[in-house]
């Protein structure tokens, strides 16, 4: 009798989860590509970030590097797969004169890092170091100019030696300098937070700026036109966008940028690691809020530009907490915990939703800063929650977006809820379909019916990423506490593919 009773309690309560998560997938309605560029990386002069993390320098003997990077650092990123990486910044940007970073190190001129912990740049990192690592890397340069600070002239003359390939003064002192043939850079910021650290200007005066430094930005190369991001929007504000998609000229921007963090309070982050539900649940709400923020500004992007031809880009995102506890406050170092992971996996389901307009991102930042995919201390390297979480999911970049429609169970904490449940789908190049699936609720599994439509399956294989407590982080004592699994909890019958997600889960599945 007690048997038959948990019996039917349990098929109730299973019942009613799967009746709280159901998705359709919807397979034949793919029109979008989910751009590769939605995965990028950013790269500051700020604490370990560059040095330490991506250049250890070409003498170093207990580290092994080539040309003075990280060999191991090059090794997992490519595995992670880096479409575009940002340098040199951030605020760094607008300080940064990129002549002082040409030449033999011992004769370049130092500086002081003005914005992060007031050190000493020497300037021994710079453009062909940053453009040759790219190459080892196999991802594309985001070059941020310097508007803030700078002259008109000196960001002309960067795309001119980075790109003029005949006879100029630029592409002269390039070949002086070691560099034959130009590396045709793409991507190009023109300025970066220019409404706070890159100047403090209003919208208006920006816009004009921008205006002005974009038309010396000359097109050197036939291959590879110039893609010219202005400096976007703070989280919110709604305003900066209206105003540079009302005053630039379109054929003079290809991106405009937003940077939203997941930032509880600016004045009392909170602790990276030892927080409690109340401070993740908080930070859960400013992750997800990414959603409402692209849909207003992609809003307003659409009553200019309908035909969507300027790309919302994304250059700034991720958890910003308290750094951990000795280490210098201007260098941003923060561990990684299974709620980046949470904050991975939502963000970038919500970048694939609107992939139609966002075509490029950053994760804010790739080593040491951060929501870091990787930690280096000395000679060791561990790879974060939030690394999995994108190596998992680079099965979608490139891949046609598939619509999904998500109802979902409540994370419900003190009198607020948000949704447990954040899906995406992808068909790719050879027509196999992925599913991204993250649950946020750290304690509660969800039981999800998905109706796959328009397609076929027979099969299901999959991976996870999960831990038993949201605060857990691998450590260079224990590097592979947090690592993906073969995932076993799903199955499909007909056109109805049924998942279990553990609490606090990431799971990509590939459907046979
Ligand atoms: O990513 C750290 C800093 O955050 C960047 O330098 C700046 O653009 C933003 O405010």
Known sequence: MKKIFLTLVLSITGYWTFAQNQVIINGDLGKTTINKHIYGHFAEHLGRCVYGGFYVGENNTKIPNKNGVRTDVIEALKKMKIPNLRWPGGCFADTYHWKDGIGPKKQRPSMVNAWWGGVTEDNSFGTHDFLDMCEQLGTEPYLAGNVGSGTVKELSDWVQYVNHEGVSPMANLRKENGRDKPWNVHFWGVGNEAWGCGGNMKAEYYANIYRQYATFMSDWSNTSKLFRIASGANSADFNWTEILMRDIPHNMLDGLALHHYSVIDWNKKGPAVNYDEDLYFKTMKQALLMDELIHKHATIMDKYDPKKKVALVVDEWGGWY?????????????????????????TLNIFH??????RMANLAQTINVLQAVILTNEEKMLLTPTYHVLEMYNVHQDATMLPVDVQSADYAFGNEKLPALSVSASRDKNGVTHISLVNIDP???????????GMKASGVTGRILTSAKVQDHNTFESPDKVKPAAFKGASIKGDNLKVTLPPISVVVLELK
């Open 322 to 346: 308290e750094v951990e506890p000795g280490t210098n406050p201007g260098f941003l170092y923060q561990q990684n915990t299974m709620r980046d992971a949470m904050i991975a996996g939502t």
């Open 443 to 453: 304690s509660k599994s969800q039981e999800i019916s998905l109706n796959l439509r």
């Open 353 to 358: 939703k609107y992939s139609d307009r966002v």
